[in-house]
């Protein structure tokens, strides 16, 4: 005598008959679509023996059914976005819907178009444009001011310090003299061209000279010694008299060698003298 192979559910005699095996029980296809099938997830029918099924995280489709929420491509077997949502969408309109938006255009950057990242952020490569001429960045170098992007020359031309000599934008070093920045190829010696940065020197009517420049072609000479009354070293007080200059420590009595630097004195002819030579001349 023949065993029974019958359905689970409705005891049907299974011998010839189309049947599934599900949970390890054997089932006919009637009772199957209508107590064991699972729902697609997009349709909400069942998907019945007879059907395709595809499945993702314990969702189900009738392949028919597994197409982008989008574009409605059908997604057997293609590359697919699961979203948290639930929708499922092909990769293009995952990208244009999920991905990271260029801050210029606004616009969606595809995966493998030419891009600009920046502080977490992201540009088309067309739309990263310095922020006053409004010219594509690209492989430049690039300054940022606040949330605001220049290329080096708007940046220098608008924010960098002015040199003092050359009124040209400073765009990195420079020295400082007397609250005015200067570009240290431009911090000079006026006569000579020597540069002065580090060096000793001193300034006269806005112009800056080297200690021997400044000694030859500036300085006052001594009405006393006839050298050059630089300010520097010994010295460094001056005596002023109608027209004339002295060192200090020049400013004598011709006749007794007397100091007469903040005393009474005589000029006679082209020297001086205290009170008390003079009247012995």
């Given at each position: 005598?023949?065993?029974?192979?019958?359905?689970?559910?409705?005891?049907?005699?299974?011998?010839?008959?189309?049947?599934?095996?599900?949970?390890?029980?054997?089932?006919?296809?009637?009772?199957?679509?209508?107590?064991?099938?699972?729902?697609?997830?997009?349709?909400?029918?069942?998907?019945?023996?007879?059907?395709?099924?595809?499945?993702?995280?314990?969702?189900?489709?009738?392949?028919?059914?597994?197409?982008?929420?989008?574009?409605?491509?059908?997604?057997?077997?293609?590359?697919?976005?699961?979203?948290?949502?639930?929708?499922?969408?092909?990769?293009?309109?995952?990208?244009?819907?999920?991905?990271?938006?260029?801050?210029?255009?606004?616009?969606?950057?595809?995966?493998?178009?030419?891009?600009?990242?920046?502080?977490?952020?992201?540009?088309?490569?067309?739309?990263?444009?310095?922020?006053?001429?409004?010219?594509?960045?690209?492989?430049?170098?690039?300054?940022?001011?606040?949330?605001?992007?220049?290329?080096?020359?708007?940046?220098?031309?608008?924010?960098?310090?002015?040199?003092?000599?050359?009124?040209?934008?400073?765009?990195?070093?420079?020295?400082?003299?007397?609250?005015?920045?200067?570009?240290?190829?431009?911090?000079?010696?006026?006569?000579?061209?020597?540069?002065?940065?580090?060096?000793?020197?001193?300034?006269?009517?806005?112009?800056?000279?080297?200690?021997?420049?400044?000694?030859?072609?500036?300085?006052?000479?001594?009405?006393?010694?006839?050298?050059?009354?630089?300010?520097?070293?010994?010295?460094?007080n001056v005596v002023n008299y109608e027209g004339f200059a002295w060192h200090e420590y020049c400013f004598n009595c011709k006749k007794c060698s007397l100091s007469l630097a903040n005393k009474r004195f005589v000029l006679n002819g082209d020297h001086i003298y205290c009170p008390d030579c003079a009247k012995k001349l």
């Amino acid at each position: 005598m023949t065993d029974r192979f019958d359905c689970y559910y409705c005891r049907d005699n299974l011998h010839g008959k189309k049947y599934v095996k599900k949970d390890e029980k054997h089932v006919c296809t009637k009772c199957f679509d209508k107590l064991c099938a699972n729902t697609c997830a997009e349709c909400r029918r069942p998907i019945g023996a007879d059907a395709k099924e595809l499945h993702h995280k314990n969702r189900y489709w009738h392949e028919d059914c597994f197409r982008c929420a989008k574009c409605y491509k059908p997604l057997a077997g293609e590359a697919f976005n699961a979203r948290d949502d639930g929708k499922i969408m092909c990769g293009k309109c995952g990208s244009r819907e999920d991905g990271n938006r260029c801050q210029g255009c606004y616009k969606v950057v595809m995966p493998g178009t030419q891009n600009v990242e920046y502080k977490n952020k992201v540009w088309h490569e067309e739309c990263f444009t310095c922020f006053d001429c409004k010219q594509p960045i690209r492989t430049q170098s690039f300054l940022a001011k606040g949330d605001e992007i220049y290329c080096v020359p708007c940046h220098d031309k608008k924010f960098a310090k002015k040199c003092f000599h050359c009124k040209q934008p400073i765009s990195s070093g420079g020295i400082s003299y007397q609250d005015h920045p200067w570009h240290s190829e431009c911090f000079v010696c006026k006569t000579c061209h020597k540069p002065l940065a580090g060096a000793r020197f001193t300034s006269h009517e806005d112009s800056v000279y080297c200690v021997d420049c400044y000694k030859t072609d500036v300085a006052k000479k001594c009405h006393g010694c006839k050298n050059p009354i630089t300010g520097f070293g010994h010295g460094t007080n001056v005596v002023n008299y109608e027209g004339f200059a002295w060192h200090e420590y020049c400013f004598n009595c011709k006749k007794c060698s007397l100091s007469l630097a903040n005393k009474r004195f005589v000029l006679n002819g082209d020297h001086i003298y205290c009170p008390d030579c003079a009247k012995k001349l």
